[in-house]
């Protein structure tokens, strides 16, 4: 038989357990008979607890009614307390309960109103938070007075693509334990202003994409933002399109690896202080500031580039640039620059002598677009390692080539060339002012594609390209198009042997009136568009523009064939006809379709009704 305190009932004993009952004692004691009855004293309930449990350490939680009552009563009781969390459920989850026809959401401490829909975002399920819809708005709350609403450990995605809010007020929102506030308020695209006041970010550690496509950010407060323990900024800022400037004065940069694409399409950014900025231990600018098409002044002198890695597409597409000093920058690290100044059309000049490109390995794209620059010096740089300059094809090309639409540039030094380039096509495509080119750094030794890479150059009268090994060279189509001015072209080194396409490898270059080719050239197909007129090599060999003297000939050959044939005679003919007479050569002779590509197809009809045999 247990003991009882009381002889007229069981004694129940509340403890606060570390929480407070409204009169701001820490227990409560009631007396109730075996009908659970209360017999004297008053249960006084505990806003913030979450429940009550028949011991201190919590591990059996006891079931009691709404006046405080055990279900069962056979003894004495101690029951104890244990605090609500008041947590929200992390990113996506909390995410896919804002109703789509909020317009606003808003945390605070007050009561839900009775007969309110609940909207569960509770983290735990212990009831800290309910939300509810005030009209459009979704109201977050503790319902206790001074109670902030607690943020998850991650608010990834917590807002994203909420694109009909046009507030959000934090102003009973904790986040001080949030590491990651990653794609935050990702596409919050009707967002006009956004207090980050509320906020304490000292535990943020991820803040890649917070503010990605808020569009309609006209002005973003950041000083209040802790970001001494943040090492990703990736896309942090990518198209906030409507804000013409950062003051970024208080961010503490010394922790951030990742600043890639941090300002990308900013449209509308006119200045930019990064003077605090600490980049020492930044590995990624790729994009930083892609497409910040009104941007007209960067200062980047306090940058610390040691460690930097990549800078692809650095500055693609800032446009109003003139000036760009970056001779602070160190570079011994970067192995990708592909596009890193692609499109900044206005610069005039571009001083890239402090570089150290001993590690570089991608140079795609990397001055295409530069359609001001009148010289370019790069005789100094060190490309032993590039394997990279262009990624044009048939179907076009993501970054484009190296030097292709620089149409202003009159001067141009080149680096030395690796033996590990494959691609060249549109290397030099539209640089329409080039009056000479010394190619001689080149290294062509690997090349497989040359379509389109001197495509434009009008301006050029002469080209020496007898330093060239094209033996492995597949397509040269457009090679030389549209060089109006070009008189003189030097091919003596080209093999054409496994080149496929060479259609409109002349196109339009109708100034064109010595062409020298060497034993290993053969023209492919009948498209090359050779200036009008008939060409003839030193050998003897006729060459039209369009190719049909060697169907003249071929037509003149089977009548002489076919009267020596009709007067009884046999018929042998020898010769270099870059034609396939039997049409299954390679089946003959045991080749490869790929080793015959200078042997064309036989014109239709020529030889229709004529049995031709191999002897």
Same mark, same amino acid.
Request: proline share 2%; net charge negative.
């Given at each position: 038989?247990?003991?009882?305190?009381?002889?007229?009932?069981?004694?129940?004993?509340?403890?606060?357990?570390?929480?407070?009952?409204?009169?701001?004692?820490?227990?409560?004691?009631?007396?109730?008979?075996?009908?659970?009855?209360?017999?004297?004293?008053?249960?006084?309930?505990?806003?913030?607890?979450?429940?009550?449990?028949?011991?201190?350490?919590?591990?059996?939680?006891?079931?009691?009614?709404?006046?405080?009552?055990?279900?069962?009563?056979?003894?004495?009781?101690?029951?104890?307390?244990?605090?609500?969390?008041?947590?929200?459920?992390?990113?996506?989850?909390?995410?896919?309960?804002?109703?789509?026809?909020?317009?606003?959401?808003?945390?605070?401490?007050?009561?839900?109103?009775?007969?309110?829909?609940?909207?569960?975002?509770?983290?735990?399920?212990?009831?800290?938070?309910?939300?509810?819809?005030?009209?459009?708005?979704?109201?977050?709350?503790?319902?206790?007075?001074?109670?902030?609403?607690?943020?998850?450990?991650?608010?990834?995605?917590?807002?994203?693509?909420?694109?009909?809010?046009?507030?959000?007020?934090?102003?009973?929102?904790?986040?001080?334990?949030?590491?990651?506030?990653?794609?935050?308020?990702?596409?919050?695209?009707?967002?006009?202003?956004?207090?980050?006041?509320?906020?304490?970010?000292?535990?943020?550690?991820?803040?890649?994409?917070?503010?990605?496509?808020?569009?309609?950010?006209?002005?973003?407060?950041?000083?209040?933002?802790?970001?001494?323990?943040?090492?990703?900024?990736?896309?942090?800022?990518?198209?906030?399109?409507?804000?013409?400037?950062?003051?970024?004065?208080?961010?503490?940069?010394?922790?951030?690896?990742?600043?890639?694409?941090?300002?990308?399409?900013?449209?509308?950014?006119?200045?930019?202080?990064?003077?605090?900025?600490?980049?020492?231990? *930044?590995? &990624? #600018? @790729?994009? %930083?500031?892609?497409?910040?098409?009104? !941007?007209?002044? =960067?200062? /980047?002198? +306090? $940058?610390?580039?040691?460690? *930097?890695? &990549? #800078? @692809?597409? %650095?500055?693609?597409?800032?446009?109003? !640039?003139?000036? =760009?000093? /970056?001779? +602070? $920058?160190?570079?011994?690290? *970067?192995?990708? #620059?592909?596009?890193?100044?692609?499109?900044?059309?206005? !610069?005039?000049? =571009?001083? /890239?002598? +402090? $570089?150290?490109?001993?590690?570089?390995?991608?140079?795609?794209?990397?001055?295409?677009?530069?359609?001001? !620059?009148?010289? =370019?010096? /790069?005789?100094?740089?060190?490309?032993?390692?590039?394997?990279?300059?262009?990624?044009?094809?048939?179907?076009?090309?993501?970054?484009?080539?190296?030097?292709?639409?620089?149409?202003?540039?009159?001067?141009?030094?080149?680096?030395?060339?690796?033996?590990?380039?494959?691609?060249?096509?549109?290397?030099?495509?539209?640089?329409?002012?080039?009056?000479?080119?010394?190619?001689?750094?080149?290294?062509?030794?690997?090349?497989?594609?040359?379509?389109?890479?001197?495509?434009?150059?009008?301006?050029?009268?002469?080209?020496?390209?007898?330093?060239?090994?094209?033996?492995?060279?597949?397509?040269?189509?457009?090679?030389?198009?549209?060089?109006?001015?070009?008189?003189?072209?030097?091919?003596?080194?080209?093999?054409?042997?496994?080149?496929?396409?060479?259609?409109?490898?002349?196109?339009?270059?109708?100034?064109?009136?010595?062409?020298?080719?060497?034993?290993?050239?053969?023209?492919?197909?009948?498209?090359?568009?050779?200036?009008?007129?008939?060409?003839?090599?030193?050998?003897?060999?006729?060459?039209?523009?369009?190719?049909?003297?060697?169907?003249?000939?071929?037509?003149?050959?089977?009548?002489?064939?076919?009267?020596?044939?009709?007067?009884?005679?046999?018929?042998?003919?020898?010769?270099?006809?870059?034609?396939?007479?039997?049409?299954?050569?390679?089946?003959?002779?045991?080749?490869?379709?790929?080793?015959?590509?200078?042997?064309?197809?036989?014109?239709?009809?020529?030889?229709?009704?004529?049995?031709?045999?191999?002897?």
């Amino acid at each position: 038989k247990r003991y009882r305190k009381n002889p007229l009932g069981y004694t129940i004993t509340y403890h606060g357990n570390g929480l407070t009952f409204p009169d701001g004692s820490t227990e409560n004691e009631i007396l109730v008979n075996s009908a659970g009855q209360v017999i004297s004293g008053q249960y006084k309930e505990i806003a913030a607890s979450a429940g009550w449990f028949s011991d201190n350490k919590l591990s059996s939680k006891v079931k009691v009614s709404e006046a405080g009552i055990p279900d069962e009563i056979s003894c004495d009781m101690d029951l104890y307390a244990t605090g609500k969390t008041f947590v929200i459920k992390a990113g996506p989850n909390f995410n896919k309960l804002i109703p789509s026809s909020a317009t606003s959401v808003e945390f605070s401490d007050e009561i839900m109103p009775a007969s309110t829909p609940l909207i569960d975002v509770d983290a735990d399920g212990d009831g800290g938070v309910v939300a509810w819809m005030d009209e459009t708005v979704m109201i977050v709350s503790s319902q206790i007075p001074g109670q902030n609403v607690i943020a998850a450990s991650s608010c990834y995605e917590l807002f994203y693509r909420k694109s009909n809010l046009t507030s959000i007020k934090m102003n009973n929102f904790d986040t001080s334990k949030v590491n990651s506030m990653e794609s935050m308020f990702y596409g919050c695209s009707k967002l006009r202003s956004l207090d980050l006041t509320p906020l304490d970010t000292s535990s943020c550690t991820d803040m890649s994409g917070m503010f990605y496509g808020c569009s309609k950010l006209t002005d973003l407060n950041l000083t209040s933002l802790n970001t001494s323990n943040v090492n990703s900024m990736n896309n942090m800022f990518g198209s906030c399109s409507k804000i013409a400037g950062f003051d970024l004065t208080s961010f503490d940069t010394h922790n951030v690896t990742n600043m890639s694409f941090m300002f990308s399409d900013c449209s509308a950014l006119i200045w930019l202080n990064l003077s605090p900025f600490s980049t020492d231990n *930044v590995i &990624s #600018m @790729d994009g %930083m500031f892609y497409s910040c098409s009104t !941007l007209i002044d =960067l200062e /980047l002198s +306090s $940058f610390n580039t040691a460690n *930097v890695k &990549s #800078m @692809d597409r %650095m500055f693609y597409g800032c446009s109003k !640039l003139t000036d =760009l000093d /970056l001779s +602070s $920058f160190n570079t011994s690290n *970067v192995t990708n #620059m592909s596009a890193i100044f692609r499109g900044c059309s206005r !610069l005039k000049e =571009l001083d /890239l002598s +402090s $570089f150290n490109t001993g590690m570089l390995q991608k140079a795609t794209g990397m001055f295409g677009g530069c359609s001001s !620059l009148t010289t =370019l010096d /790069l005789s100094m740089l060190d490309f032993k390692n590039v394997y990279q300059v262009s990624d044009m094809t048939k179907q076009g090309g993501s970054y484009g080539a190296m030097f292709d639409n620089c149409s202003s540039l009159v001067s141009l030094k080149l680096p030395q060339f690796s033996d590990k380039i494959t691609n060249f096509s549109d290397m030099f495509c539209n640089c329409r002012s080039l009056t000479s080119l010394d190619l001689s750094s080149m290294n062509t030794s690997r090349a497989l594609y040359m379509s389109d890479m001197f495509d434009g150059c009008r301006s050029l009268t002469s080209l020496d390209l007898s330093s060239f090994e094209t033996s492995h060279v597949r397509e040269m189509s457009y090679m030389f198009a549209f060089c109006d001015k070009l008189t003189s072209l030097n091919m003596s080194s080209f093999d054409t042997g496994r080149v496929t396409d060479m259609n409109g490898i002349f196109q339009n270059s109708h100034n064109l009136a010595n062409l020298t080719i060497g034993e290993n050239f053969v023209f492919v197909g009948s498209e090359y568009n050779l200036p009008s007129g008939t060409w003839y090599a030193s050998d003897g060999t006729a060459y039209t523009s369009d190719g049909t003297i060697a169907v003249e000939q071929l037509e003149l050959l089977r009548a002489d064939m076919q009267a020596e044939y009709e007067k009884g005679n046999w018929c042998i003919a020898g010769g270099d006809f870059n034609k396939d007479l039997l049409g299954q050569s390679e089946e003959i002779f045991g080749g490869s379709a790929e080793g015959y590509t200078w042997a064309q197809p036989l014109p239709e009809g020529i030889w229709d009704g004529t049995n031709l045999s191999l002897v």
